[in-house]
């Protein structure tokens, strides 16, 4: 059976040079070892019912003027245009409106970990975080149970 962890964000990610104290974050992990770029590319191909849910995501958020395929960017994975990519870690997300996002997918020790990262800009931002959270948790915990089927 595939178990997928809540832990703390690993102490070397490059992910902690962008938390500050009112920022969301969470990291779930699980037994796997493949390269953060091939995890990365399995955990942004969403099943159908996590497509279903992003197109209500689109349908409700488009009104705000919020991004619902992410800018512009040479490499991507999914609609996340890359920052980082090493052989240990992948990061990779964006900046709108009513938040900063970025994802971190590292590799370490025989296990893969999937940890996010918020940054409301305002009381939109943090509604919206609340709203989503449950989905997000639903979202990551199969991701990884994802990879952890394709290793």
């Given at each position: 059976m595939t178990r997928v962890r809540k832990i703390d964000l690993p102490i070397h990610s490059q992910l902690w040079s962008r938390v500050g104290p009112h920022d969301f974050v969470d990291c779930y992990t699980v037994a796997a070892d493949m390269p953060p770029r091939r995890a990365a590319e399995?955990?942004?191909?969403?099943?159908?019912?996590?497509?279903?849910?992003?197109?209500?995501?689109?349908?409700?958020?488009?009104?705000?003027?919020?991004?619902?395929?992410?800018?512009?960017?040479?490499?991507?994975?999914?609609?996340?245009?890359?920052?980082?990519?090493?052989?240990?870690?992948?990061?990779?997300?964006?900046?709108?409106?009513?938040?900063?996002f970025r994802v971190s997918v590292l590799r370490q020790g025989g296990q893969v970990s999937l940890a996010t990262w918020v940054h409301p800009h305002n009381?939109?931002?943090?509604?919206?975080?609340?709203?989503?959270?449950?989905?997000?948790?639903?979202?990551?915990?199969?991701?990884?149970?994802?990879?952890?089927?394709?290793d």
């Open positions: 399995i955990i942004t191909s969403f099943p159908g019912w996590a497509q279903f849910l992003l197109m209500i995501r689109r349908w409700v958020t488009t009104p705000f003027g919020l991004s619902n395929d992410g800018p512009e960017g040479k490499d991507k994975v999914g609609i996340f245009p890359v920052e980082i990519d090493t052989e240990g870690e992948l990061i990779a997300g964006f900046n709108d409106r009513h938040l900063d009381i939109g931002g943090q509604l919206y975080l609340r709203m989503i959270l449950p989905f997000h948790i639903m979202i990551a915990r199969d991701a990884l149970a994802r990879v952890n089927a394709a």
